[in-house]
């Protein structure tokens, strides 16, 4: 799975906005990254890209409360990344029809360059009534969504597969492991989110 060519050789910081169209105009397929507040967006973002302080990482709930747009340089290719602001902490009204609110919606349905969501549990929850409606929300979008699982550090390691196995079951889309601690599942997430940026030949050659 080492493709020398598809290397991150750079990830830089291009913007943060409250809302999406004060966000620079897509140059490049980009990836969203969504989640409950304090899952592990952020730091799933730094293990990707081998940058330990890209994006803010907290012990308290909601530090990303921006759309915050992040650019990475392949050697040969480039694609962007959203950090997208978590829910569920903020204390919203039973009349909003989404806890994930109303930045995040629109964003989703007017950023013409994104290509994928990358939705992230923690490992131990699961998903919440939260993900489940963000995944249904997806579906109407015609957006491919990615499930990941991570602080899978968390977990003795016989455990993997069962709890990965039923969280498939559960979500009806593909699930990845991950953990930002130990870099497990790194490489696959970063080839699936090249898959879908477009970044990788359909078939290698021979
Ligand atoms: P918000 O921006 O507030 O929505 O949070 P976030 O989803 O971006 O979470 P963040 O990356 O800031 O991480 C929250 C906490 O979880 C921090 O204390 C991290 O160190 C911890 N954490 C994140 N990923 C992992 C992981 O894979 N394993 C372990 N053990 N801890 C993790
Ligand atoms: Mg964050």
């Given at each position: 799975m080492s493709e020398p060519a598809r290397e991150i050789v750079d990830a830089i910081f291009i913007a943060a906005a409250p809302?999406?169209?004060?966000?620079?105009?897509?140059?490049f397929a980009e990836v969203a990254f969504a989640g409950?507040?304090?899952?592990g967006k952020s730091s799933l973002i730094n293990a990707l890209v081998g940058r330990r302080k890209l994006a803010r990482t907290s012990n308290?709930?909601?530090?990303?409360?921006e759309l915050v747009l992040f650019r990475v340089q392949l050697r040969d290719g480039t694609f962007d990344l959203v950090d997208l602001p978590g829910y569920g902490y903020a204390k919203v009204s039973k009349?909003?029809?989404?806890?994930?609110?109303?930045m995040i919606e629109r964003f989703l349905q007017q950023r013409?360059?994104?290509?994928c969501v990358v939705l992230i549990v923690d490992v131990r929850r699961g998903l919440s009534d939260d993900d489940l409606q963000l995944l249904e929300f997806l579906a109407t979008c015609d957006l491919p969504a990615l499930l990941i699982a991570t602080k899978?550090?968390?977990?003795?390691?016989?455990k993997f597969e069962p709890t990965l196995r039923a969280l498939q079951r559960d979500a009806g889309t593909k699930v990845l492991g991950f953990s930002?601690?130990?870099?497990?599942g790194r490489d696959a997430l970063l080839h699936t989110l090249l898959e879908h940026t477009g970044l990788l030949p359909d078939r290698p050659a021979g």
């Amino acid at each position: 799975m080492s493709e020398p060519a598809r290397e991150i050789v750079d990830a830089i910081f291009i913007a943060a906005a409250p809302d999406v169209r004060d966000l620079p105009a897509p140059v490049f397929a980009e990836v969203a990254f969504a989640g409950k507040s304090n899952v592990g967006k952020s730091s799933l973002i730094n293990a990707l890209v081998g940058r330990r302080k890209l994006a803010r990482t907290s012990n308290t709930p909601g530090r990303t409360r921006e759309l915050v747009l992040f650019r990475v340089q392949l050697r040969d290719g480039t694609f962007d990344l959203v950090d997208l602001p978590g829910y569920g902490y903020a204390k919203v009204s039973k009349s909003e029809r989404r806890a994930w609110g109303p930045m995040i919606e629109r964003f989703l349905q007017q950023r013409a360059g994104l290509r994928c969501v990358v939705l992230i549990v923690d490992v131990r929850r699961g998903l919440s009534d939260d993900d489940l409606q963000l995944l249904e929300f997806l579906a109407t979008c015609d957006l491919p969504a990615l499930l990941i699982a991570t602080k899978l550090d968390k977990l003795p390691r016989s455990k993997f597969e069962p709890t990965l196995r039923a969280l498939q079951r559960d979500a009806g889309t593909k699930v990845l492991g991950f953990s930002a601690e130990t870099g497990y599942g790194r490489d696959a997430l970063l080839h699936t989110l090249l898959e879908h940026t477009g970044l990788l030949p359909d078939r290698p050659a021979g």
